[in-house]
């Protein structure tokens, strides 16, 4: 009886998680499809700000026009002051000033609307994009969910013992939980905080520019434009930390080239990569576990660490494999251990399920040295 309630236990999670790609792939859907709606949307308005702009660009080249006359108009009163009247002379001034002023608020028209243009242009082509990626997301699930619908009819078969289904369910709901803790830690210090000093700063800039001066309310625009930018390579860096697609593609050594790449462009931090024997393709389990290890040590030191200069060592040998991360940042105290320090004991345990090792070496002011060693076996 306790077998049978195991077991429908196990279907159950199985039927879930099969659920929860169905409902992924039609939220994706449903986004492309808004992605689709708004881009329509947007053609329609960037032909009617186009129009506009050719509109107001007439209208300014006769507005131009005009001031010249009334300029030259204004030459000749000038030069035979005596032949006009006082009332004459204030007309023509006036009707200067008045056409030099529509002539500005006109050009400055032209350009908020030809901003407008760009901007309507820049965001087609992102929904472009967007709505290609759903679009192929849409097809992946697909195919996902019929090998999930047929792999776990198998594993369902496969595994009949009751507390093998069990220990199978209690490790898939623990590796969920353990991956969202850690998602929730990212989201919070990153992005999450990021956003709340976004929304700070507007409530900022919305006072300055009412009680101070455009100049300093375009100042604090410039910096929230840094924070955004800062906010979405977060959200990026995490989307990217679930799982890099060249890892599997193409394999260890030209995800790491990629990965350090990013990080030396975002951070302006020099990263000095050095392979050696690292052409080969490895079994998945160490390609994987060997770019986390790196991603997580380079992370430390671009977070922690404050460095002009990363060096990442990588060698690959006949049974071994070796990779050494060293910076010149402000370095820590080996020997004091902090607290809720996720990153280093993750990196512990992922060494140690592979029968490696890893030390780090510190001191402050010196930098920091983290050795990974890890053997390599057949099977």
Do not use: C, W
Not at 88 to 100: A, D, N, P, S
């Amino acid at each position: 009886m306790g077998k049978k309630i195991e077991d429908k236990a196990l279907d159950r999670i199985i039927n879930e998680m099969v659920d929860a790609v169905e409902n992924s792939k039609d939220e994706i859907f449903y986004i492309g499809e808004e992605s689709r709606m708004e881009y329509e949307q947007l053609l329609t308005d960037l032909q009617l700000t186009k129009e506009k702009v050719a509109d107001m660009i007439k209208e300014g080249d006769q507005l131009e026009q005009k001031v010249r006359y009334s300029k030259m108009r204004l030459s000749d009163v000038s030069r035979d002051f005596d032949r006009y009247s006082e009332e004459q002379i204030r007309e023509v001034y006036e009707q200067t000033h008045k056409l030099q002023i529509e002539l500005r608020m006109s050009r400055e028209k032209e350009k908020i609307l030809r901003e407008r243009r760009d901007e309507i242009q820049r965001r087609l082509q992102s929904l472009e994009l967007k709505m290609k990626r759903a679009e192929g997301l849409v097809g992946k699930i697909s195919v996902v969910l019929n090998y999930l619908n047929d792999d776990f009819k198998q594993v369902s078969q496969l595994i009949h013992d009751a507390k093998e289904k069990q220990e199978f369910g209690l490790k898939i709901i623990e590796a969920q939980e353990e991956e969202r803790r850690r998602l929730s830690r990212e989201m919070h210090d990153g992005p999450a905080q990021m956003l709340a000093n976004i929304l700070l700063r507007s409530e900022l800039v919305d006072r300055t520019f009412r009680e101070r001066s455009t100049d300093e309310a375009l100042l604090e625009i410039q910096n929230m434009r840094k924070m955004v930018r800062s906010s979405l390579y977060e959200v990026r860096r995490i989307i990217y930390d679930l799982r890099p697609m060249a890892l599997d593609d193409l394999g260890l050594l030209p995800t790491i080239k990629k990965y350090l790449a990013n990080i030396e462009e975002f951070n302006n931090i020099h990263i000095d990569f050095t392979a050696l024997k690292a052409e080969k393709r490895l079994d998945p389990k160490y390609e994987v576990a060997l770019f986390r290890l790196t991603q997580e040590a380079v992370q430390n030191a671009v977070k922690h660490a404050e460095p002009s200069t990363i060096k990442v060592r990588l060698e690959v040998m006949q049974d071994l494999v070796v990779i050494s991360i060293i910076d010149d940042g402000k370095g820590f105290d080996v020997t004091v251990k902090k607290e809720n320090s996720f990153g280093i004991i993750g990196m512990r345990e992922r060494v140690e399920m592979l029968d490696g090792s890893i030390t780090f070496h510190s001191e402050i002011g010196k930098g920091t040295r983290v050795l990974i060693k890890v053997p390599l076996t057949e099977g």
